[in-house]
């Protein structure tokens, strides 16, 4: 790593020594459990096998590492499709049972963030609507969106504080012939994804020990019901979450720090809704411009679908202007299905991204040129009907 603060040097050698018995805020674990004991709800067990890691206060959290029930995102199926096909095709690489819903609902925090139109009533109602259907199906719901992940942390500190909001969420769900069900873990992709990242270099095809890059943590991970992220003492001694960092490691890449890491991308939810000028200079200018002064990577990784979509798409406009850009953005998920040799179009879908990758491409000797045209040539036999889908087997790089 390339620490540009003092604190980060020492933070490095630091033991991680936090007490959880000492810890500012309470176990959420210690409440969700007691309230199934009174009747309140069911608990639904992270099944095994599972990976043990340590959330921001030295508490215990389960990550599963198969029987998982994707809760996907609605940003990115419908702006970044490749980050959703990566996870996907990672569980398939490796081997793992999971389960893609076609019953899942939006979260809906378009509404509980940005517009503030909705009620805690709806708003839980959904979340555990979502719950119970990962339940009934026998696999465990995974979050793919960093907005949902916040969302249902926070849904969840309101109902163990709040009698009255389980009542009225149990009565809706009695009118869908539903049970209340609280997961024990309320786990992101990402944590999945650090979880099984030693599995996923096993894996590795491509050789990323030349690569430099820069992280951006997500906010609605790490920043909303924070004590929840995983951190670890080997990543910048337990004093940030540990989600990508760990992962990128793993895979042999040099991570450069810089001195607005703990910005917003800009995104911002009500920002990138009222105010878009000010959510793309915010994303250029605090974040993009930043890291190529400071440590000139050669992509870009994050973990939420309005990071990657604000951090991405904001510098086409930028480059009109003659602005500092032109670093290339994907998910964790991408990065490692790509790692691991998935096709850089026909999985990652490159192509829906606003920055151009090809330069990160060849840096890593991917023919760009001929990927494309086996794209192009997938699309054409869609189109004529000679495929009706495109297999998995045809998805490798």
Known sequence: MIPHAAILNK?????????????????????????EKEGEWEVHRVPEPYVEVKNKYGRTKKIPVEQTWHHKSCGQCGHIPGYSTSIFWINRKLGLDYHDPTDQTSCTAWNYYASATSNAAAQAAVAMRNFAAAHETGYYPIIHCATSFGHYKETRQQLIHHPELRRQVRAILAKLGKKLIMPEEIVHYSEWVHAVRDRIAERQVHDMSGIRATVHPACHYHKLIGEDAVYAPEVYGAQRSAIITSTLQALGIEVGDYSTWADCCGFGFRHILVSRDFSRSFAVQRKIEVMK?????????????????????????????????????????????????????????????????????????????????????AVEELKSGKKEYMTWEDADG
């Open 11 to 35: 933070a490095k050698d630091r033991k991680f020594e936090a007490d959880p018995d000492q810890a500012p805020t309470e176990d959420y674990h210690d409440i969700v459990n007691q309230l």
């Open 293 to 377: 002064e400071e440590v000139d990577p050669d992509i870009l990784i994050t973990h939420d679908t309005g990071c990657v979509t604000t951090l991405d798409q904001s510098q086409f406009a930028a480059k009109a202007h003659d602005r500092n850009v032109g670093l290339a953005v994907m998910s964790d998920s991408q990065l490692c299905a790509l790692a691991m040799g998935a096709h850089p179009y026909k999985v990652l879908q490159l192509h829906w991204h606003s920055t151009d990758s090809r330069p990160f491409l060849e840096k890593l000797g991917v023919d760009h040129q001929k990927a494309f045209a086996e794209f192009e040539q």
